[in-house]
């Protein structure tokens, strides 16, 4: 009884010719692990701007003209009043998508457009660029470091046929795809590739978005990553010191070649002393080694013989140092380099500080015998600044000093 009613589905043989279906075009099927199932094979190639429905037979077809000729009669007789209801408005950046008793037809707008009752479903489409953030999330590197990167995305639809029909949630889709596409290609990087090549992975996860999202008639049409902080060290290899640029205030607009310049005019005193630091110096073994400070009094004490006008006039500032011992207790230090020939001392300042520095006793000790960069504490999160970040980098002419 079963065996004559009801007929399995055929099966589709991988060997034999497809046809477009709704999605991709005949190129698409090309592709090699590219399969689709039979239910897209009879429906219209809406990618190419094909409408017929080849599924539809005869009969079908002429119960559709039927109705469809007696709605339009009734909209008509009807149509004083009936014009209020099948009437829209399109503006010039929308397309209205209809689907007629079922079946889908091509894209309406802009200007006046005719919506029939009862048979049409119809749906807006704005045609406009639209952007979306992805939060920062901890990547993986191919160095072993752990990165917070997010990334400003933009993107519009290009087909307002597929972007209906294709997906449920176009959003929500698009953000997922993107966000994936994201993590995957970052954790082949390193960090320094990441921040040295933050343009052109950019126009990277551009291309791999649109592969994903073409089919659904969406184009990314810019990605720009958004680098957080370091939250894990990469493995020490070949590569040096890595600089990563740090949410200083007043530049958390500045993005692209714009915020690079401001990192490079930050870190310019910084990656100078670095390459003085590469440099081989040959010494006795036998020659007395300068005394360094072994303690946060003896380097307050060296501060004091350097202060003179010349300093103050270099500097400018005051700052403010609270720091945090081994044992946990915390200190304050202040370097008042604003007025007169200077001053430094322990305890607080009279008046507002100009900076203000929270770190360890290791860390400052660290910075002032030139172990430690000022900018690479900052990016690190070993330092905490409060204040201008450019006032508080010119601790590198005191820095200078203490070194000679």
Not at 113 to 119: K, Q, T
Not at 137 to 161: H, M, Y
Not at 205 to 221: A, C
Not at 346 to 366: F, K, Q, T, Y
Request: charged share 20%; net charge negative; proline share 6%.
């Amino acid at each position: 009884m079963f065996n004559k009613y009801y007929q399995p589905l055929p099966q589709r043989d991988s060997t034999s010719p497809r046809t477009p279906g709704l999605f991709v075009g005949t190129d698409g099927f090309t592709q090699r692990g590219h399969h689709r199932g039979l239910s897209f094979d009879n429906m219209p190639d809406v990618s190419g701007n094909s409408f017929t429905d080849t599924s539809q037979g005869w009969l079908s077809w002429i119960c559709n003209l039927v109705v469809i000729f007696l709605v339009y009669i009734c909209t008509f007789v009807t149509f004083p009043i009936s014009g209020w209801f099948v009437l829209k408005t399109v503006p010039n950046y929308q397309r209205i998508v209809v689907f007629r008793l079922g079946r889908v037809c091509p894209p309406k707008g802009p200007g006046i457009v005719l919506v029939l009752p009862l048979i049409d479903q119809w749906q807006r489409v704005d045609l406009r660029t639209r952007a979306f953030n992805i939060p920062p999330c901890q990547v993986t590197t191919q160095d072993g470091g752990v990165l917070s990167v997010g990334a400003d995305i933009q993107f519009r639809i290009w087909n307002p046929v597929m972007s209906v029909v294709s997906v449920q949630d176009l959003n929500a889709s698009t953000r997922m795809t993107a966000q994936n596409t994201l993590t995957h290609s970052l954790v082949k990087k390193t960090v320094r590739e990441i921040q040295t090549e933050r343009v052109k992975l950019g126009e990277y996860l551009t291309m791999d978005i649109n592969e994903l999202t073409r089919h659904w008639g969406l184009e990314v049409d810019r990605v720009e990553l958004t680098l957080g902080s370091l939250l894990k060290a990469p493995d020490e290899g070949p590569s040096g010191p890595l600089i990563m640029p740090p949410s200083v205030p007043g530049l958390e607009g500045l993005t692209g070649p714009i915020q690079q310049l401001a990192m490079h005019f930050l870190g310019h005193s910084g990656n100078s002393q670095h390459q003085r630091e590469d440099s081989i110096t040959f010494t006795d073994e036998l020659s007395s080694a300068p005394t360094t400070p072994g303690s946060v009094e003896e380097l307050l004490g060296g501060v004091k013989l350097l202060l003179s006008e010349t300093l103050v006039r270099q500097v400018g500032a005051c700052f403010q140092f609270d720091i945090t011992s081994e044992d946990g207790q915390h200190h304050s230090y202040y370097v008042d380099l604003s007025q007169g020939s200077g001053a430094a001392g322990a305890g607080s300042l009279c008046r507002e500080p100009d900076v203000s520095l929270s770190m360890s006793d290791s860390d400052l000790l660290a910075m002032f015998q030139g172990e430690l960069r000022p900018f690479a504490a900052y990016t690190s999160g070993r330092l905490k600044i409060q204040g201008d970040i450019k006032t508080a980098m010119k601790l590198e002419e005191l820095i200078k000093l203490l070194k000679k």
